[in-house]
């Protein structure tokens, strides 16, 4: 029974909190601005990070946390010849030695880019960039095969013309049928496609001077095929790039100083490569993100301690404006605490209106700076509740001393203002 009375009363508090609030909108619109903008602006920023996040750690995941990139280094005219003079660049023999000498390497894959002028079908065209890469390059790149069949080791010891098409690839060669089974001519030699790659979430990008995600408008033959049967530069590095994946109780760091030290005597000395360790990304990462969400939470703090303040202020207002309301409902035996809960539950109901308001002026505020500036964004449901969480202790911490100093009025004093 005493449960449902003091549900009661509750309710009826938050009917009049709203109806104040109704009553004196200017005042309320300009009280609630403080809350709004604070929390409004954290919101967006949150999930401007958040996304930023997010695709960060699946371009990172995409090189394999416990693998070792190693991309070569360009250099033109005078400076690769110097270059050459000492270092024949990277090559499958720099791999080979790896996996022979450093007992922590469990798997290894090598790319090289053909250089294209023509990339057609029957069916259409396409500018999608071509690669030359070992059948482990799928495995070790996270790709997953929709349709047909990855490349094998046959492909590759057999030097056979076939091809994986991405899927962005696959649709402008093969905009009418099924690419699986059907041949693309990549500059002077055909090749037939065995398999479309399924489509992933993360966008082309580039990271550390790895560039992720754009398998969608890639296409993939045998590594040995490209070597063998495509035009390349003279001088020109055999590899583009090399992965290497590690076994699980290694620390990532200290095999890429052991990696480095071998290339380093087989380049003779020339930095014509460069170790990208994604496990070193991920932490610098996840710190960077941390020292984010620190300034993010100083600026959140301002906003807010600048919402309550002016909360503070109007409920001030508001119990020099009603003291003979208050006076008059403590001659009716309205008791202390009855007083102290109706203006704290005005306080509540005007932060936590802010703060509704906030979050969705927020989530159109990073919409809105996502389809401007191309920025990824990821709504945090932990961070929409901890904001309206906040916005109701803000509420609760700044009325509270309103509430007191209302309870605290002397009924007799009180009916005696104006």
């Known amino acids: 029974m005493r449960s449902q009375q003091r549900m009661t009363r509750t309710l009826q508090g938050i009917a009049q ?44 995941e995409s090189m394999g946390v416990r693998n070792l990139v190693v991309n070569a280094r360009v250099a033109d005219g005078d400076a690769l010849k110097s270059v050459r003079e000492h270092s024949v660049g990277l090559s499958l023999r720099d791999v080979q030695s790896a ?84 041949l693309v001519k990549v500059n002077h030699q055909w090749f037939t496609v065995v398999g479309v790659l399924s489509e992933g ?40 790039a090399i992965k290497l994946a590690i076994k699980e109780n290694i620390n990532p760091s200290l095999a890429a100083k052991s990696l480095g030290h071998l290339l380093e005597r087989r380049h003779g000395g020339e930095k014509d490569y460069e170790i990208v360790v994604p496990a070193d990304l991920l932490a610098q990462h996840q710190k960077t993100q941390k020292i984010f969400n620190i300034v993010m939470a100083c600026v959140a703090g301002i906003s807010l301690l600048v919402g309550g303040i002016g909360i503070m202020n109007i409920m001030l207002a508001t119990i020099m404006e009603r003291t003979a309301e208050i006076g008059l409902l403590r001659a009716l035996g309205a008791r202390r605490k009855d007083i102290a809960r109706q203006f704290l539950i005005e306080s509540i109901a005007i932060s936590a209106t802010g703060g509704v308001i906030g979050i969705v002026v927020g989530l159109l505020l990073a919409l809105v700076i996502s389809a401007a500036a191309g920025w ?15 916005c109701m202790t803000i509420g ?19 009916l005696q203002r104006d």
């Open 201 to 240: 979430e993360t966008g082309q990008s580039k990271i550390a001077g790895v560039k992720l995600g754009g398998e969608r408008n890639q296409v993939f033959i045998p590594l040995a095929t490209a070597l063998k049967k495509m035009n390349f530069k003279a001088l020109e590095d055999e590899l583009d």
């Open 17 to 60: 909190a709203f109806d104040e609030m109704r009553h004196h909108k200017l005042r309320t619109s300009l009280t609630l601005l403080g809350m709004v903008f604070g929390v409004g602006a954290v919101i967006a920023m949150l999930s401007v990070g958040e996304g930023a996040e997010r695709e960060a750690l699946k371009m990172i």
């Open 99 to 182: 996996e022979r000498t450093l007992p922590f390497v469990e798997d290894w894959s090598a790319q090289k880019q053909v250089k294209t002028f023509s990339l057609f079908s029957r069916q259409g065209r396409s500018d999608a960039m071509v690669y030359g890469v070992t059948p482990s390059y799928f495995r070790l790149s996270a790709f997953n095969v929709a349709k047909g069949r990855a490349l094998t080791p046959d492909d590759e010891s057999h030097y056979r013309q076939v091809a994986v098409l991405g899927g962005e690839a696959a649709r402008s060669l093969f905009p009418r049928g099924e690419a699986v089974g059907g």
């Open 376 to 390: 990824p964004v990821a709504w945090s449901g932990f961070a929409i509740i901890l904001s309206l969480a906040v």
């Open 396 to 414: 609760i911490g700044f009325g509270l001393y309103p509430a007191q100093k209302a309870a605290r009025l002397d009924p007799i004093v009180a």
